[in-house]
């Protein structure tokens, strides 16, 4: 029998690279980062970034990051034939994304500095794909972290920002909530119809507590895109800290979720 012919409406990958991609969990270590984004402290690397664009997109196609910190996102995009929109509330990391995209030397991108909160705002048109992160919420505001005093001593960035427009500073969880959901349902406004969102998310441990950000995020964006399930992102370079020892379990957590929603 002859192999029927692989259709792919999707993307531009091969057949074999699409079944690599449906495994629901990967390992990726990110690079060492370059000097110019060592200033933000929290980026997920353009490899990953790629990965997905990869998937859910095809050349020419435009990809959005509402959040897009230092573009990775939007790189990754450029690289790979494809537009890119972003939106940053901080002017020095949209300044850090608009380096690095000029740098590509393509000339399909656009950089907004504002709220994404704002985005109906900017007349971005209709997107192919959404590819972002948010701040855990007030995650790196909690004492203690060894890498934060590394950071500190270096003069790096610990938080992103004191600005009150900034969802990483709002202590509240259910708030923090109800101002982060908002950017995904505007987002989902410029997606095209049958195309992907992807937030990349950690569930916040605090005080003892679990505050589950992801599993949140996969029932409250669930109410206005279909949740189409998880890829579980691995880290296994990350050195052990003894939480709990001998007393109760605390995990070393290493993975993020990647959560895909697909639009009607
Ligand atoms: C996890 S970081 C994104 C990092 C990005 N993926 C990268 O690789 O550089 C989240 C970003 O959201 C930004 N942010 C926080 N509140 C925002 C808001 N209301 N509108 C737009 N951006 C916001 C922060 O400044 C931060 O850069």
């Known amino acids: 029998m002859p192999k029927r012919p692989f259709v792919n409406r999707l993307n531009d990958l091969a057949r074999r690279d699409?079944?690599?991609?449906?495994?629901?969990?990967?390992?990726?270590?990110?690079?060492?980062?370059?000097?110019?984004?060592?200033?933000?402290?929290?980026?997920f690397p353009e490899t990953l970034a790629g990965e997905f664009i990869g998937f859910f997109t095809k050349a020419g196609e435009t990809v959005l990051d509402p959040m897009m910190g230092t573009g990775s996102?939007?790189?990754?995009?450029l690289e790979m034939g494809?537009?890119?929109?972003?939106?940053?509330?901080?002017?020095?990391?949209?300044?850090?994304?608009?380096?690095?995209?000029?740098?590509?030397g393509a000339p399909d991108y656009r950089v907004v500095c504002d709220d994404a909160r704002n985005l109906a705002a900017h007349d971005i048109g209709e997107v192919d794909y959404v590819l972002t992160s948010p701040p855990y919420w007030d995650m790196l505001r909690m004492k203690g972290w060894e890498t934060q005093?590394?950071?500190?001593?270096?003069?790096?960035?610990?938080?992103?920002?004191?600005?009150?427009?900034?969802?990483?500073?709002?202590?509240?969880?259910?708030r923090f909530l109800e101002e982060l959901v908002p950017i995904y349902r505007v987002a989902a406004e410029h997606l095209r119809p049958k195309r992907y969102l992807t937030?990349?998310?950690?569930?916040?441990?605090?005080?003892?507590?679990?505050?589950?950000?992801?599993?949140?995020?996969?029932?409250?964006?669930?109410?206005?895109?279909?949740?189409?399930?998880?890829?579980?992102?691995?880290?296994?370079?990350?050195?052990?800290?003894?939480?709990g020892m001998g007393n109760a379990w605390v995990s070393n957590t290493m993975h993020h979720y990647c959560l895909q929603f697909r639009k009607a």
Request: charged share 30%; proline share 6%; aromatic share 10%.
């Open 82 to 104: 494809r537009r890119a929109v972003g939106v940053e509330l901080q002017p020095k990391y949209a300044a850090i994304a608009q380096e690095r995209l000029a740098a590509v």
């Open 18 to 43: 699409w079944l690599l991609f449906q495994k629901s969990w990967f390992v990726h270590n990110p690079p060492p980062r370059s000097a110019d984004v060592r200033l933000h402290p929290a980026k």
């Open 73 to 77: 996102a939007l790189v990754a995009a």
């Open 149 to 174: 005093k590394e950071r500190a001593q270096q003069g790096l960035d610990v938080h992103y920002s004191d600005d009150e427009r900034d969802v990483g500073n709002i202590e509240d969880y259910e």
């Open 199 to 243: 937030i990349i998310v950690k569930n916040v441990k605090k005080g003892g507590t679990i505050y589950p950000l992801a599993w949140d995020l996969g029932r409250r964006v669930g109410e206005f895109l279909a949740l189409k399930d998880e890829r579980i992102w691995c880290q296994d370079n990350q050195r052990l800290a003894p939480y």
